[in-house]
């Protein structure tokens, strides 16, 4: 399985301002995954992020708010912007193992509190 | 929806006993994998079961699988107190390369 890291690993933000979050790997992986976790909820799938390609978002999420880069094969960040206190969640990436079609680690979040 | 779907949703055990979790789920699959979360945190990754096979174990984990059913059971044996956490299904949708999570059974050994 591959060593998955997030920063940072909490923060508090003011309504109205941006936060990036950095996922890193350990190995190279073609798919990384961001989720969000609101509180108390299951995980939601924000987007899918491949390298070389523009992030594919799913429903309800869009780029303007959450945009993402993946520059290499090891590295992602996904950006929050103009936060509301309804964007407050655990936000996690995860990857695709290479081992096994579909196996997903994740690493360990970042938890957002937007005041 | 295509969810996952954890039952019971909450489940407390005295240590020792065995702990039993079922997932249904409502479309075709490639595999399915169990996942542990404590407190907030990050996801742990338990198990990947494939579509093709019935039954598999980890240590004191056993999972099962009836596709015919679109079902699937997590069984914790022997359980401990760290065992307390939230434990999520997540079946990977055939046709597309993306987990679906349902709202989890949060386990809670007591000593």
């Known amino acids: 399985s591959a060593v998955i890291s997030q920063k940072p690993s909490r923060d508090i933000c003011q309504r109205g301002t941006s936060l990036t979050i950095q996922c890193q790997v350990d190995?190279?992986?073609?798919?990384m995954f961001w989720y969000r976790q609101q509180p108390g909820q299951s995980l939601t799938l924000i987007a899918t992020?491949?390298?070389?390609?523009?992030?594919?978002?799913e429903s309800g999420f869009v780029i303007d708010k959450f945009p993402i880069s993946r520059p290499n094969l090891t590295f992602s960040t996904l950006t929050v912007s103009n936060m509301s206190p309804e964007d407050s969640s655990i936000y996690l990436c995860s990857v695709e193992a290479s081992g096994i079609w579909g196996e997903q680690f994740f690493g360990p979040g970042t938890r957002l509190t937007v005041l | 929806s295509q969810q996952g779907e954890e039952d019971p949703q909450a489940l407390s055990i005295q240590e020792g006993e065995n702990a039993t979790m079922n997932c249904s789920y409502k479309?075709?699959?490639?595999?399915l994998q169990w996942y542990r979360q404590n407190s907030g945190r990050g996801l742990v990754h338990l198990i990947l079961i494939r579509s093709n096979e019935r039954e598999k174990h980890s240590g004191r984990l056993r999972v099962t699988l009836d596709t015919s059913k679109k079902s699937s059971s997590l069984l914790i044996t022997a359980s401990r107190a760290a065992d307390t956490a939230s434990y999520f299904c997540?079946?990977?949708?055939?046709?597309?390369?993306?987990?679906?999570f349902g709202q989890g059974t949060r386990l809670t050994i007591n000593p």
């Open positions: 190995s190279q992986v073609t798919m």
């Open positions: 997540a079946p990977l949708i055939q046709g597309a390369q993306k987990l679906v």
């Open positions: 992020a491949n390298q070389g390609s523009e992030a594919t978002y």
């Open positions: 479309t075709s699959i490639n595999n």
